[in-house]
């Protein structure tokens, strides 16, 4: 009777941890978009998150120019898609959104919606590699040697090699 007991104890705390590994993955990628609830334009909700002061954007061929409410340019978004295709981490895909200041430097990376899982991406996001680019141009990005993560060696790859191939294009 005590080893069914186990058994089914086993089972339950089991299935509960891997129904919650896989329920939470990566970030979730926020709403597509944001409105201010003031009939605004509406922003794709990462910008927002990236630029808090953003208030319209214009889509160019490298990049999304962000705009403030006076239409003074405040910065660039940069998705690591469709350059990073096919890199992948230890569960997929791990798409990025670099957001550049005015001057074209990365002020800050954001790990999108992706398949990895929650305790993997927890160690990177609580270490420094994200930050690791802050400053740098993207040629500098690029170019930055970046140590991979312990714990979470496939994904932090994944995330640099998806930065670098998102600089390629801005780099040229």
Known sequence: MARKYYMMLFAVVFCTF???AQYEGCPSRPADSYSDGKGGPSLPAEIVKAFPQAQSVSKQEKWTAVYDGGKHLIGYAVYSK??????TGFAGETPLLIALDAE???VAVYLLECEETHFIVD????STLL??????TAKEARKKRVDAVSGATYTSNSIIQSMRAAMKKLAK
């Open 104 to 106: 074209k430097k990365v």
């Open 123 to 126: 160690k990177v996001l609580e």
């Open 18 to 20: 891997v129904a919650q």
């Open 82 to 87: 469709p350059a990073s295709d096919g890199i």
């Open 131 to 136: 930050a690791s680019w802050n400053g740098l």
